[in-house]
């Protein structure tokens, strides 16, 4: 005796949803992997992060996850992504043409210094990675190169108005004043340097200043120059 569903085309026979291309779960879940993986580096840093406890803060089965990342290194390069877009664009080169340099600098390096600080649970687990993954290592340079590569224009800009000390190399100059920063930032906001912020800033200001042989803040170029005159 035939079965019921005998003889049944192949049209009519109900099936599986399936996700197809334009499914909206193909977007959103690779994004909800990336946030989950976000909330559990900042929390446990990228040794102790396991792939099982993003899968359970994303609400995925562990099986979903390698869908769309191999590896906890896949998963830092996404998270990084953002961090990277970020740091990147602050700040523009245009703020360093003011006829304020000392401002300039100190606009630079307190967006620089919050932006480092919202941040900074990932850029440590980016630190503690980025040796074993090129692309991570990649990311952390190109955030460096940005504001190194500002700063030397800047420096040259100044320079060419009479406003910075000739005879400094821009760009060796540049590099050595972002890695400052960048070095004092790290033992600040995660190796536990007890500094006040706005001390912080105001000393990492003045030290670019004096360095450059900017006109200190509050001070017309104009009137600097004319008095070295």
Do not use: C
């Not at 998270?79 to 664009?89: G, I, N």
């Amino acid at each position: 005796m035939p079965t019921p569903t005998a003889g049944r085309k192949r049209g009519n026979t109900p099936e599986s949803p399936r996700r197809t291309r334009n499914d909206p779960r193909r977007e959103t879940t690779p994004r909800r992997l990336a946030e989950a993986a976000r909330v559990v580096f900042e929390r446990d840093g990228f040794y102790n992060a396991r792939l099982s406890d993003i899968s359970a803060e994303a609400k995925v089965a562990s099986g979903t996850l390698y869908n769309y990342y191999r590896s906890k290194h896949d998963l830092l390069h996404e998270v990084m992504k953002d961090v990277s877009a970020e740091l990147t664009t602050l700040a523009p080169d245009h703020v360093s043409t003011q006829l304020d340099p000392a401002g300039s600098v100190e606009e630079v390096n307190r967006a620089y210094i919050d932006a480092f600080q919202r941040n900074v649970h990932v850029l440590r687990a980016v630190y503690q990675a980025r040796d074993d993954d090129d692309r991570l290592k990649a990311q952390w340079h190109e955030v460096a190169e940005h504001f190194q590569g500002r700063v030397t224009r800047a420096i040259s800009r100044w320079q060419a108005a009479g406003l910075a000390y000739p005879d400094l190399d821009p760009r060796h100059t540049a590099h050595a004043l972002t890695l400052m920063v960048e070095r004092m930032v790290m033992a600040w906001t995660y190796e536990g340097a007890d500094y006040d912020r706005e001390i912080l800033l105001d000393t990492i200001n003045k030290i670019w200043e004096r360095s450059l042989g900017l006109p200190e803040r509050g001070t017309s170029p104009a009137s600097t120059q004319a008095t070295s005159a």
